[in-house]
């Protein structure tokens, strides 16, 4: 069974110091399209997927697409992931769905938008944790708020992390990973300017302070060759910009285990159909464009594997199931 909980997948990348991409999808080519990438270079993957994705899939068609995802990859081990859940029972409802993990956004109220309180994130990833844990079921929080408003998802005011209330939030929620807030944002336009740097100086210190794995939002690259490849086609994308690959690597050094990237796929999905509605107009076979548009995707998530140093560490563990994960979690 190819299932395994983020946890496991991060504890074993956090022990190793390498960083696993969580890739977000709403459709079978952006699932096969990971995991073509994930046997292709031996990489464990986290496949997520937002609540905008659960509805606009009507969340039983992505339930089935990520469990052939497991069925036909029986060596790799895969989390299927809730991104950015909002409530308790968004949890459930994944929980219900199967997967393996899940994340409770309690930095936002749950409008997904507005900035909560510190005692409102504790009390909300509180009782999460007490559900899924039960469960077998390993939970991501945040704590800080990225930048920029994404199809409802994000607040549009920044809070970096203040790392010693990550410390204490950690121990008072009793998390398995934390996202924090060190200056990324959602979407494809991260920066204003030419500036693109980071708060490491915040990743050092909450590294120093909290041992669980911490999590990257907000962090595609924004590649230029797929915004001009977009331009080139008919797109509109001038200001886009994203974290650069070295960034992601040095934060992996200093601590990132798990990378968030929604943007970059859709960029690479976006720049492959529009070139072959240009190139190719007399084309009107979906498998034409959504097959091309799957293999820029692949190529896009090899790179990222490598970049990430995901490759190679699909076999160094077995996944764990949600009875021994309940077991793991009673026992602590
Ligand atoms: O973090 C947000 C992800 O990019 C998901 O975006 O809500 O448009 O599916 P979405
Ligand atoms: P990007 O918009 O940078 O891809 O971030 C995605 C993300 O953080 C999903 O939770
Ligand atoms: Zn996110």
Do not use: W
């Not at 096969?32 to 496949?47: D, F, L, Y």
């Not at 994203?242 to 976006?270: F, M």
């Amino acid at each position: 069974m190819a299932l395994a909980s983020c946890k496991q997948i991060l504890e074993e990348a956090q022990k190793k110091c390498y960083g696993v991409g969580a890739y977000n999808v709403n459709n079978m080519e952006q699932i096969q399209a990971i995991m073509t990438a994930a046997k292709e270079t031996n990489s464990p993957v986290i496949i997520q997927v937002s609540r905008g994705a659960l509805k606009y899939s009507n969340s039983t068609y992505l339930q089935y697409l990520m469990k052939a995802a497991i069925i036909e990859n029986p060596d790799i081990p895969i989390a299927m992931h809730l991104d950015h859940g909002n409530s308790l029972e968004t949890v459930i409802k994944a929980i219900e769905l199967g997967f393996s993990s899940v994340m409770i956004d309690g930095s936002l109220m749950e409008d997904g938008k507005t900035i909560s309180t510190y005692d409102y994130n504790v009390k909300v990833t509180r009782s999460v944790v007490e559900y899924a844990h039960a469960r077998g079921v390993s939970v991501e929080a945040e704590i800080g708020t990225l930048g920029g408003l994404e199809d409802g998802v994000g607040s549009d005011r920044v809070h970096l992390t203040e790392p010693k209330l990550a410390k204490k939030f950690v121990d008072e929620t009793n998390v398995d990973s934390l996202a924090i807030a060190i200056g990324t944002s959602h979407g494809a336009y991260k920066f204003k300017g030419t500036s693109t740097n980071l708060a490491f100086d915040i990743l050092r210190e909450v590294r120093a302070l909290i041992d669980i794995p911490i999590v990257l939002h907000g962090a595609s690259s924004v590649p230029k060759k797929l915004i001009n490849e977009i331009n080139k086609y008919g797109g509109k994308m001038s200001d886009a910009a994203g974290i650069p690959v070295e960034s992601l690597q040095e934060a992996i050094k200093l601590g990132i285990t798990k990378i968030n990237v929604d943007t970059d796929g859709r960029l690479a999905i976006t720049a492959a159909i529009r070139k072959v509605f240009t190139e190719c107009p007399e084309k009107f076979d979906p498998r034409d464009y959504l097959g091309q548009a799957r293999s820029e995707l692949t190529n896009l998530i090899v790179l990222k594997m490598n970049a990430f140093g995901t490759v190679n560490h699909a076999n160094d563990y077995i996944p764990k199931g949600f009875e021994e994960m309940k077991k793991l979690y009673i026992s602590k």
